[in-house]
């Protein structure tokens, strides 16, 4: 369905990433978001916060990150769509609440601009340090999915998905940008309403004697109601039944976990996006994500002239990740690069899904800066041996 | 006949003893029966004391036990 | 002559399909159960515009017995779940149902605020002075020289005056009783839905297992005769005078019964003043499937 016009800025702007994802979560109907200042994420719920008053909405600061994530998942119960912006620092106290969304299955967006760590680590300078920790963050099992901007248009753009994604999977979306990607300024096209593609929340037209909290439907994910609609029904953390009532058995646990993970899963390739090019004749492939791919970019094209051939996979959707692309790659390529701004995360993905048919090198960066694309173009030449 | 009555849902007792205790005109007490869980439920031990004010309603921490007052059809209540 | 029988007031309100509970024989979370319900009948509650939002704990399970939109959420975090609840929707009463270790240990950061900012939720602050569920620990409202499973030779923290913190923080109400008050309480809980604001009722409930069993004070009809053995009503007494202690009076009643702006109305106006008319106070309804 059509966007909301309330919230959509058409038109050309010269914006920063993060300003480019608080007009990504207007345009895809966010009307609440909470928040705790961190920096590089900070002014994505600034603007917010100058911007919903007059589209219509609230936004508040909470006391801490822990309130904040969970006072958007109180809000989402209430009939709003919502989200809440953090760093390194705070995605680690927002662990617990994203579970607590997975568990519960509460459709809401999480943006982790990220920056150096551990810890307070570097405050203003980029990483992609936390893919993992998005990933496997909360304890125990389950599904979730991440997308990786580039650029402050993909900002925009992949905020609008997260929502859609969020809504139509009942799962906490994470946006994981970076420092540069959050604060680089570039041309930001924002088309009018009618051109935006929002995902409506999966809501139940069943009477309340014959809705169930968490049956699923015949894609594993259960409809939704809102509190004051007459349902009375229950919600909690605890494992859970149909009905929604805590069961805590080994039969259930298997049933509700296990629907939780595939329902992710087994949509990859409805989910998966990437950018793909030059990968029909390749020997070695750069696979990267964020900012770190458009450095990679300037090394591919260095490659090329030098004569190598080299093709880029470029993660847009890094989580769930698409084992299987990989796998198909890795039989009839030399070796994949894989630079990041980590000592080493997503490329132990890629080595896994590779299974041993290409070889994977690392091009690490502990982090305050992005890559030398010179860094990469040896790697390149290495792999390409 | 007495003005009220109780009615005690067995299984739900964990024999606490409030209801016994805090009955204005002490109708009840803990029977020597067990439930399935092992407690001696109450029962009315003098039945025609009692009002129907629910107090043992309201104390019961199991909502195993409730009073009222004993009414007609006619809507008129007893005694 | 025949009788017409009627139905336990408390029983449309349950969850019957879950009975028994979990509760232990002479705890009093269930007996707080039927005085809010009793409140909910007196106060006419609109029942499909309430929400019950619990944290993790003996009296967090509340919200999984009652037949009413109830959300049993995280360790602490009941109070900013509630906040963006009823920020969604201001519709709904909403009401944190939850125990004095979840809503003031690890909640305690949360409820200060949410007092400060006087959000429109209703506080329902089961105190058994103990960490019930995870079996007997020390509370920050645990007295001096109780034995618990973390203080086995007693404890010696100074533990908080919960209706002198939450008054020095902003509620508008605070009142404290215990489940022996049935009636009083029952009051209390009806005064509240009557009012906007942060209201705060603190209930004292044996847990008759833990904190009374390791500390020989009898069982759950030994702590009912305690409290009422040892309360004192006193209404509009100081705060700073209602400190419990192990075995001294418990001072019970309406504390505080003040007028603040509310959260939203607070929101409202600044938004008013500074936008005009460019203000939108809510808005459009997500846009469901159907």
Redesign the interface.
Known sequence: MNADPRGVLSGVHFIDGDHACCEGALAAGARFAAGYPITPSTEVVERFAARIPTVGGTFIQMEDELAASIAIQGAVWGGAKAFTVTSGPGFSLMMEHIGYAAMTETPCVFVNVQRGGPSTGLPTLPAQADMMQARWGSHGDYGLIAVCPNSPQECFDLTVKAFNLSEKYRVPVMIMMDEVVGHMTEKVVIPSADQIDVEPRRHSSKPPQQYQPYQPEADGVPEIVHAGEGYRFHVTGLTHDERGYPAMTPQVQDRLVRRLKQKIESAVDRITLAEEANLEDAEVVVVSYGITSRVAQRAIDLAREKGIRVGKLRLITVWPFPTERISQLARRIKAFVVPEINLGQIVHEVERAAGGAARTIAVSHAGGSVHNPELILQAIVEAAK | MPKG?V?I?V??C?????CV??CPTKVLALSTAFNSKG?HPPYLIAPEKCSGC??C???????AI?G?R????DGSEAA | MSVMPIVNPVEPFLRSDRMPHIWCPGCGIGTTVNCFTRALIDAKVDLDNLAIVSGIGCSGRVAGYVRLDSFHTTHGRAIPFATGLKLANPKLNVVVYSGDGDLTAIGGNHLIHAARRNVDLKIICVNNLIYAMTGGQTAPTTPDDVITSTNPYGTFDPSFNLPHLVEAAGAVYVGRWTTYHVRQLSRAITEIFQKSGFCFIEILSPCPTLYQRRNKMGDGLDTMKFYKEKSKIRNGAPTSEVGLTKQGAIIVGKFVDRTRPEYRALMHDQMMESLGERYVEQGLEVACSN
Request: negative net charge; glycine residues 8%; charged residues 30%.
């Open positions: 009555t009615e849902h299984e739900r964990k024999a606490c003893g409030f205790e805090f407690y629910d107090l309603g309201m104390y019961c921490p199991d909502f409730f009222y004993i009414k007609f059809p």
